[in-house]
């Protein structure tokens, strides 16, 4: 069974910093990208940023480039966000999900809140 | 970047009835990267339809998704009270960008 555990949100005061964790099981986790993907409280689903199955490939939604960073841990099944600089527009729920190949997500997590509040 | 918006906003539809749900993207979408998904009230959202058309695996057969180009639609062909949720189509073009489109919310009338 594939499983997705976010860990390491919490409440942030502008500017400052947090690092998301994901851990995975149930699938080989090197053969497969995984996205981060937030939702602002009432709001819509909103992609972050995509890592290859390898790590050596990036992406970022301009919202988020040059802010935040994901990387991954293949020996350890993990999956990583690092949010700097972060903005009050950045609260919101983040979920870790697994793609199935098709720039398609096929499993979620069930989301870490991030509060970015004075 | 890709824009996908979702009509209606709001589908208001009984039990036993059947749901259209459009997307519509604001440029040519290739059909492999067009997605489904539906979101209940505090819970992750659930793969629906993948490539456009085919059913991801456990969703029942009653929910099906067609389209090409920029038009693309989701169906319910007979509601039943558990599909009344959220409903997301999301799209990956070049860059890579992926988009959601805003959401459609299915709720009993």
């Known amino acids: 069974e594939v499983q997705l555990v976010e860990s390491g949100g919490g409440v942030v005061q502008p500017g400052g910093s947090l690092r998301l964790s994901c851990a995975a099981s149930?699938?080989?986790?090197?053969?497969?990208?995984m996205h981060w993907v937030r939702q602002a409280p009432g709001k819509g689903l909103e992609w972050v940023s995509l890592?290859?199955?390898?790590?050596?490939?990036?992406y970022y939604a301009d919202s988020v480039k040059g802010r935040f960073t994901i990387s991954r841990d293949n020996s350890k099944n993990s999956l990583y966000l690092q949010m700097n600089s972060l903005r009050t527009e950045d609260t919101a729920l983040y979920y870790c999900?697994?793609?199935?190949?098709?720039?398609?997500?096929?499993?979620w997590g069930q989301g870490t809140l991030v509060t970015v509040s004075s | 970047e890709i824009v996908l918006t979702q009509s209606p906003g709001t589908l208001s539809l009984s039990p036993g009835e059947r749901a259209t749900l459009s997307c519509r993207a604001s440029?040519?979408?290739?059909?492999?990267?067009l997605a489904w998904y539906q979101q209940k009230p505090g819970q992750a959202p659930r793969l629906l339809i993948y490539?456009?058309?085919s059913r991801a695996t456990g969703i029942p057969d009653r929910f099906s998704g067609s389209g090409s180009g920029t038009d693309f639609t989701l169906t319910i062909s007979r509601l039943e009270p558990e599909d009344f949720a959220v409903y997301y189509c999301?799209?990956?073009?070049?860059?890579?960008?992926?988009?959601f489109g805003q959401g459609t919310r299915l709720e009993i009338k």
């Open positions: 149930g699938f080989t986790f090197d053969d497969y990208a």
């Open positions: 490539g456009a058309s």
């Open positions: 999301q799209q990956y073009g070049s860059s890579p960008g992926i988009t």
């Open positions: 999900a697994k793609d199935i190949g098709l720039f398609t997500i096929d499993y």
């Open positions: 890592i290859s199955g390898d790590g050596g490939s990036t």
């Open positions: 440029q040519s979408v290739s059909s492999s990267y």
